[in-house]
């Protein structure tokens, strides 16, 4: 953009998961030569960057994010030979590369657990989080798992529990150890040298605990289904700490010592938003971060979207937040929030609203497609958590389908180790390519019309309103205002006035001057 803007700050991001892109050696599994072969068609959507899911050296039981090596690619995935050609590529396509950091936990398999679990006096002794029982042999405190059970396993080796916040198998790292601080930059350090331009850091708000180890208080009933012991407490002792936002301080001095680096961490959970805003804080912290206002969420609503885009308030410097409707972790959003009769409007609008929004957008790898989360019969499951949870959880592995390039798959390889859905294969690259009319195009348009106009790349939000089902905002520079109107139900409401002189920019799903029908879109520059 311009001087005053770095190339982030608005950016639309594509999020590859690299098990299903494309797999260039017929093994059945995504890797990077199969991203790199791809790479045009995500240049051709117009987006900044692109995020790459884990694909570091792991025994792949939660697929990449307990990592045994966090300075090399697992060879299902290639070689850091492969991985340096997809970052040359990207860069020739004007992408800037953003991969993942998993800074909270490692596997169990990792040289730096192997040696810390060893003894109670090996030099990496306090490098993960162990705790005596208590008299009763049962462990610290009541934490839970967000897989399910409690957070602390037995080790007999040391005698102590050891805490993990996800599987048994990802042992939490201690970040409040300097030398555990100094081991993690390092790792961010080897991949900036080699090219990347930023990072997505993983669970950043579970790198931290309460040293004494207190219990978590019984969270109140909200009225949504508990299918996990996790869900019953307030997390505040387990995560959160209070000490994170000054590691993150040396985390943003050294991507400083890079050019044009982006950082932007995930924080989950409900009520992070003192926290988010801590993490992003000045310029001293991170540049963005990655909520879950939308990724759970069972409706898409005019109030929803209004509470998401004003919590950040406009400032030239720090607070800018990152929005994405799906992930590899959540549901496909069509799946969760379309009318079965109006998915193809509703994918239109959908697309439209989040190239609207204030902050950088996240688009997951087949949202451009309007991909559906695909049922998984139980014996096909990969994903630990459906597993443990079936069939109370909805599968993360719904969302990880191979993307379909053609209508018979064209991923590379016969039997993936996904299923792609038969609804999934209607809606490939190859076919959506053909049309005039489909959802890829209108996605490469939606993003064009994003770019070409600043108020609607990094501008302001101003009066966003929820009318019932009307959802109306505008987003404002100095130089340009645009009115934004959309329809989020399946119901024909009246379009809201415009000044005579207004100019549409664009007029979606059958919207004019007096109405908007179904999932319409207005938006227009006053």
């Known amino acids: 953009m311009t001087d005053n803007f770095p190339w982030w700050r608005g950016a639309a991001i594509y999020q590859i998961y690299p098990r299903s892109f494309m797999d260039a050696n017929g093994d059945g599994i995504g890797d990077l030569p199969g991203i790199t072969q791809r790479l045009p068609h995500v240049a051709s959507l117009g987006v900044d960057a692109i995020w790459i899911s884990p694909f570091f050296t792991s025994p792949m039981k939660d697929f990449g994010y307990d990592v045994v090596d966090y300075r090399d690619v697992d060879p299902i995935f290639g070689t850091l030979a492969d991985f340096d050609a997809l970052v040359a590529r990207a860069h020739q396509l004007n992408l800037k590369v953003l991969i993942d950091q998993v800074y909270s936990h490692s596997s169990d398999e990792h040289p730096w657990f192997v040696e810390s679990r060893s003894s109670r006096d090996n030099p990496k002794a306090d490098w993960y989080v162990w705790a005596d029982p208590k008299a009763d042999g049962s462990p610290p405190s009541n934490w839970q798992s967000v897989f399910g059970g409690p957070a602390w396993t037995w080790d007999a080796r040391r005698g102590?529990?050891?805490?993990?916040?996800?599987?048994?198998?990802?042992?939490?790292?201690?970040?409040?150890?300097?030398?555990?601080?100094?081991?993690?930059?390092?790792?961010?350090?080897?991949?900036?040298?080699?090219?990347?331009?930023?990072?997505?850091?993983?669970?950043?708000?579970?790198?931290?605990?309460?040293?004494?180890?207190?219990?978590?208080?019984?969270?109140?009933?909200?009225?949504?289904?508990?299918?996990?012991?996790?869900?019953?407490?307030?997390?505040?002792?387990?995560?959160?700490?209070?000490?994170?936002?000054?590691?993150?301080?040396?985390?943003?001095?050294?991507?400083?010592?890079?050019?044009?680096?982006?950082?932007?961490?995930?924080?989950?959970?409900?009520?992070?938003?003192?926290?988010?805003?801590?993490?992003?804080?000045g310029n001293a912290h991170l540049n963005s971060t990655y909520g879950f206002d939308f990724l759970y969420a069972d409706a898409l609503t005019p109030e929803l979207v209004c509470k998401a885009i004003t919590q950040w308030p406009d400032a030239p410097d720090g607070n800018w937040p990152s929005f994405a409707f799906e992930n590899h972790d959540a549901p496909r959003a069509i799946s969760r929030w379309a009318p079965p009769?109006?998915?193809?409007?509703?994918?239109?609008?959908?697309?439209?609203?989040?190239?609207?929004?204030?902050?950088?957008?996240?688009?997951?790898?087949?949202?451009?497609?309007?991909?559906?989360?695909?049922?998984?019969?139980?014996?096909?499951?990969?994903?630990?958590?459906?597993?443990?949870?079936?069939?109370?959880?909805?599968?993360r592995d719904g969302a990880r389908t191979p993307m379909p390039w053609t209508a018979q798959g064209g991923f590379g390889s016969d039997t993936p180790w996904l299923p792609f859905g038969d609804a999934n294969l209607a809606r490939s690259v190859e076919a959506q390519?053909?049309?005039?009319?489909?959802?890829?195009?209108?996605?490469?348009?939606?993003?064009?019309l994003r770019v070409a106009h600043p108020a609607l790349h990094h501008g302001a939000v101003a009066d966003c309103r929820a009318d019932g089902p009307l959802l109306t905002f505008i987003r404002e520079t100095s130089e340009e205002r645009i009115s934004c109107a959309f329809n989020l139900s399946a119901e024909t409401i009246t379009a809201p006035e415009l000044p005579a002189s207004a100019q549409t920019l664009l007029a979606l799903n059958g919207a004019d001057a007096d109405e908007l029908p179904p999932f319409a879109v207005r938006i227009a520059k006053l």
């Open 160 to 281: 102590q529990y050891y805490l993990h916040n996800f599987l048994s198998s990802q042992p939490q790292l201690n970040g409040h150890n300097p030398d555990v601080q100094d081991a993690l930059l390092a790792v961010a350090q080897f991949w900036l040298d080699r090219g990347v331009d930023g990072f997505r850091i993983d669970a950043l708000n579970f790198a931290m605990h309460d040293p004494a180890f207190r219990d978590n208080p019984p969270a109140p009933c909200n009225g949504k289904p508990r299918t996990r012991p996790f869900d019953y407490q307030l997390r505040v002792h387990n995560q959160s700490h209070p000490e994170i936002p000054a590691f993150i301080r040396r985390i943003r001095a050294l991507t400083d010592r890079y050019d044009a680096t982006f950082t932007v961490a995930e924080v989950g959970g409900e009520g992070v938003e003192e926290e988010m805003r801590a993490f992003t804080a």
């Open 341 to 395: 009769e109006h998915k193809a409007e509703f994918a239109r609008m959908k697309m439209a609203l989040l190239a609207a929004m204030r902050g950088n957008i996240i688009l997951y790898n087949g949202e451009e497609l309007g991909l559906e989360q695909v049922d998984i019969p139980y014996h096909q499951l990969q994903d630990p958590e459906a597993i443990a949870n079936w069939p109370l959880t909805l599968s």
């Open 433 to 448: 390519e053909e049309d005039a009319n489909s959802l890829l195009h209108h996605t490469r348009a939606m993003i064009a």
